[in-house]
């Protein structure tokens, strides 16, 4: 864990301990902006998910027979923004918060088709209060510490090549094979296994300056990225008017970086409080609800014990078991989000990998995570000045703090195959099934049978058997869910 003898430096020095854990003021808060810049895609990408996903009654989220994509925006801005403060405020960690990447999906694909989006968000909620109250038990915090040290490193590990993966796929540098069934592999180089397109040309020249500004120790490096190549991409749709990749395959993956014609505009807030707590057991019935619960909070239960522990071993700030400082506060925070953000209508929130870009540029408290915060809170009113960073000026630094994840990948004892196999598979799985939890659940599984084999079955903590156990279930979900119901 990284501590420092200086003594503080005023007030807000001393409530977050930042001399104490070797930073500045200005560390933290150019931390906190580049992780709001590494996340505030999800202000566009959330809308564009829930947005046009019907319920049972053929409404789209926000009410109403069209989309309504600017309510959804300014309901994730303000839960991002409160919630993230609140985690640094009270866990002190640089851990920021937003709608679930994979839930929301999960929500819009699988879930509203079956019931209204307001029974929809009541299982997010009820998702999330289960979880707490886990949490308020000390049974989530006591899984946690039933994961062996190496898995923990393994699941770090995987987590960074899996940012690293988000972020070439969203720069459009490698993208998904169309008609992947009828091909050997399912991801390719560019569209047509050749880069092509002046979007990619940003992000690569991105990615080139970021090496060169971290390997010459600049501070500041990712910032300084982010927004030189935002500018350049500014510049570039100003001059070939490439447009959005559903239009042409060399267009901007998210963001089409051109300056707003309205910097400011009023939120409208209509999501907020439009959930029915128990509305879906009358939707789909009793099972059904339950295991959609059940498939929800097992992603949430483990996604956030996997970002945590990375976020904390990429700042220096994990004890010898590979626990953060103020897990319980974190944990209870993240719980938290899950149910405000059902509670306001734009899906549970959870801890942000991308809290690792912060992270890189030196973030080690949760000054970060206020700062990222209030960003947030000003995006509900600025959305469309956030608007203009498209993903390929963005996500370079993503790469890069995949890297640096990865470097941990030396405290795996590789020659010992009880762990060595249990923590290849939770690495791999993770960009390959592009789940952190798959990868988790993975290496819980394969480890915990290896020692029944191996007849070493004293040597698991209790815990981890119901847990491996409960993962059996996860990954069995879609067959069981047919047979019950």
């Not at 097992?298 to 014990?305: G, N, P, Q, S, V």
């Not at 010898?320 to 209508?345: F, K, N």
């Not at 408290?365 to 000026?393: N, Q, Y």
Request: glycine residues 12%; proline residues 4%.
């Amino acid at each position: 864990m990284t501590t420092s003898t200086h003594a503080p430096r005023g007030a807000i020095d001393g409530y977050f301990k930042i001399s104490e854990r070797g930073s500045t003021v200005a560390r933290e808060v150019r931390g906190g902006v580049v992780t709001f810049f590494t996340m505030a895609y999800i202000v566009v990408l959330n809308p564009l998910i829930l947005g046009y996903a019907k319920d049972i009654d053929g409404n789209y989220l926000g009410g109403g027979s069209e989309p309504n994509l600017a309510v959804i925006a300014a309901g994730t801005a303000l839960v991002a923004g409160v919630l993230t403060i609140l985690m640094g405020a009270v866990a002190n960690f640089p851990l920021a918060i937003a709608t679930g990447l994979g839930l929301n999906a999960f929500l819009a694909v699988a879930v509203a088709s079956q019931m209204t989006w307001a029974d929809a968000m009541g299982l997010v909620v009820l998702e999330g209060l289960l979880i707490l109250v886990l949490v308020l038990t000390g049974f989530r915090k006591a899984v946690f510490h039933a994961v062996p040290a190496q898995l923990k490193v393994a699941i770090s590990v995987g987590i960074g090549l899996f940012i690293a993966l988000i972020g070439f796929v969203d720069a459009g540098f490698v993208r998904r094979i169309p008609d992947a069934a009828n091909t050997t592999v399912p991801v390719q180089l560019g569209q047509t296994g050749q880069l092509a397109g002046w979007p990619v040309l940003v992000f690569v020249l991105g990615l080139l300056l970021l090496i060169g500004l971290w390997v010459r120790q600049v501070r500041g490096a990712i910032l300084i990225s982010i927004v030189v190549m935002t500018v350049v991409a500014i510049v570039v749709e100003t001059i070939g008017d490439l447009g959005a990749a559903d239009k042409s395959p060399t267009g901007w993956a998210l963001t089409v970086p051109s300056w707003p014609g309205d910097v400011f505009d009023l939120p409208d807030l209509a999501t907020l409080g439009e959930f029915s707590l128990l509305g879906s057991f009358e939707s789909v019935g009793i099972v059904s609800a339950i295991l959609l619960i059940f498939t929800l909070m097992l992603a949430d239960f483990f996604d956030t014990m996997g970002t945590m522990t990375a976020i904390g071993a990429e700042a220096g700030l994990n004890d010898e078991d590979g626990t953060p400082p103020h897990a319980q506060r974190i944990l209870i925070v993240d719980s938290l989000a899950a149910v405000a953000g059902g509670a306001a209508g734009v899906s549970s929130n959870t801890s942000y990998i991308e809290s690792a870009s912060g992270v890189g540029e030196g973030a080690r408290t949760g000054l970060a995570s206020v700062v990222t915060g209030v960003l947030f809170l000003l995006t509900v009113f600025f959305a469309p000045l956030v608007a203009i960073i498209p993903s390929e000026a963005a996500v370079p630094a993503l790469v890069l703090v995949g890297f640096l994840m990865m470097q941990q990948v030396l405290g795996i004892q590789w020659a010992d195959v009880e762990i060595a196999i249990p923590a290849f598979l939770t690495i791999v799985l993770m960009p390959f099934t592009y789940s952190i939890s798959a990868g988790i659940g993975a290496g819980f599984v394969s480890f915990v049978l290896i020692k029944l084999v191996v007849g070493k079955a004293r040597q698991v903590h209790p815990l981890l058997y119901g847990v491996a156990a409960l993962f059996v279930v996860y990954f069995a979900i879609q067959p069981l869910t047919a047979w019950l119901t």
